[in-house]
């Protein structure tokens, strides 16, 4: 049996020393579900948030194919906690799982040149015009596909206005460019950049991604950087960020979709 823990901290231990703010999330029960094989005593527990399941304690093969109706997901990204997690979730899931490296960047607060973060700001390309998210880009960007991640996890804007941050940049009253919350917790948050495919190669990811980071910081929260891909992880450098590990990780395709 798998059950999801409501309360969320019975699972905490299980999860000690994952430097994830979407674990983080998911413990203080601001987003996210947390399962396990025990309500009262698990040994294996999921946390899930979006498109990412992180999988902690012993092995367990029905968290690995836990899909609960509110959480289902065409396409999910599995951090196994172990290699034994890795070679059970391989025997699981078979070819519907592919290994991908992503960037882990350490949580450094006091890291960031505010001053040359400023400068990038001020860098911005003529023709277009920079502002952070409020409720008229939270609603068009839940419904604009390429940007919906930005606000996709928070149930409503009064949510995303307590645990959410958003840096967005506007061409012809259209968002072209945006670093957002993928995801909020007590403290921080984690980013979300993406560029319009037809405004890349401008410097735009960067100049939100600047901007994102100096709200933060102005508020006291962490901007937590996940890197997908080497391009990711070059920006995250270059704003900052220091390189802490790479990992694996396994993007699962659900079977209407393979």
Same mark, same amino acid.
């Given at each position: 049996?798998?059950?999801?823990?409501? &309360?969320?901290?019975?699972?905490? &231990?299980?999860?000690?020393?994952?430097?994830?703010?979407?674990?983080?999330?998911?413990?203080?029960?601001?987003?996210?579900?947390?399962?396990?094989?025990?309500?009262?005593? +698990?040994?294996? !527990?999921?946390?899930?948030?979006?498109?990412?399941?992180?999988?902690?304690?012993? +092995?367990?093969?029905?968290?690995?194919?836990?899909?609960?109706?509110?959480?289902?997901?065409?396409?999910?990204?599995?951090?196994?906690?172990?290699?034994?997690?890795?070679? *059970?979730?391989?025997?699981?899931?078979?070819?519907?799982?592919?290994?991908?490296?992503?960037? !882990?960047?350490?949580?450094? +607060?006091?890291?960031?040149?505010?001053?040359? /973060?400023?400068?990038?700001?001020?860098?911005?390309?003529?023709?277009?015009? /920079?502002?952070?998210?409020?409720?008229?880009?939270?609603?068009?960007?839940?419904?604009?596909?390429?940007?919906?991640?930005?606000?996709?996890?928070?149930?409503?804007? $009064?949510?995303?206005?307590?645990?959410? /941050?958003?840096?967005?940049?506007?061409? $012809?009253?259209? &968002?072209?460019?945006?670093?957002?919350?993928?995801?909020?917790?007590?403290?921080?948050?984690?980013?979300?950049? $993406?560029?319009?495919?037809?405004?890349?190669?401008?410097? *735009?990811?960067?100049?939100?991604?600047?901007?994102?980071?100096?709200?933060?910081?102005?508020?006291?929260?962490? +901007?937590?950087?996940?890197?997908?891909?080497?391009?990711?992880?070059?920006?995250?450098?270059?704003?900052?960020?220091?390189? $802490?590990?790479?990992?694996?990780?396994?993007? /699962?395709?659900?079977?209407?979709?393979?």
């Amino acid at each position: 049996m798998i059950y999801r823990l409501k &309360p969320t901290e019975k699972a905490a &231990p299980l999860f000690e020393g994952w430097q994830e703010t979407m674990i983080w999330s998911c413990l203080q029960g601001i987003m996210g579900e947390i399962y396990a094989d025990s309500p009262d005593s +698990p040994v294996s !527990a999921a946390a899930l948030l979006g498109d990412f399941c992180f999988l902690a304690g012993e +092995p367990n093969r029905e968290l690995i194919l836990n899909e609960p109706r509110q959480n289902r997901q065409d396409f999910r990204i599995l951090v196994p906690g172990d290699g034994n997690w890795a070679d *059970l979730l391989e025997k699981c899931c078979g070819e519907r799982a592919g290994k991908v490296t992503r960037y !882990a960047f350490k949580k450094e +607060p006091e890291v960031f040149d505010r001053e040359f /973060l400023q400068k990038a700001v001020d860098g911005l390309p003529k023709g277009y015009g /920079l502002q952070m998210m409020d409720e008229t880009l939270f609603r068009r960007c839940r419904e604009t596909g390429w940007c919906r991640d930005w606000v996709a996890q928070y149930e409503n804007y $009064d949510l995303y206005q307590r645990y959410g /941050l958003g840096a967005v940049i506007i061409k $012809d009253g259209e &968002p072209v460019s945006g670093a957002s919350s993928y995801s909020g917790y007590r403290g921080g948050i984690e980013i979300e950049i $993406d560029t319009r495919e037809d405004h890349r190669r401008k410097g *735009l990811a960067f100049v939100c991604g600047a901007k994102l980071i100096l709200e933060c910081l102005n508020r006291g929260w962490y +901007p937590g950087w996940d890197a997908q891909n080497p391009w990711s992880a070059a920006l995250a450098r270059k704003l900052g960020y220091h390189l $802490d590990y790479e990992y694996e990780a396994y993007e /699962l395709v659900s079977h209407e979709h393979t």
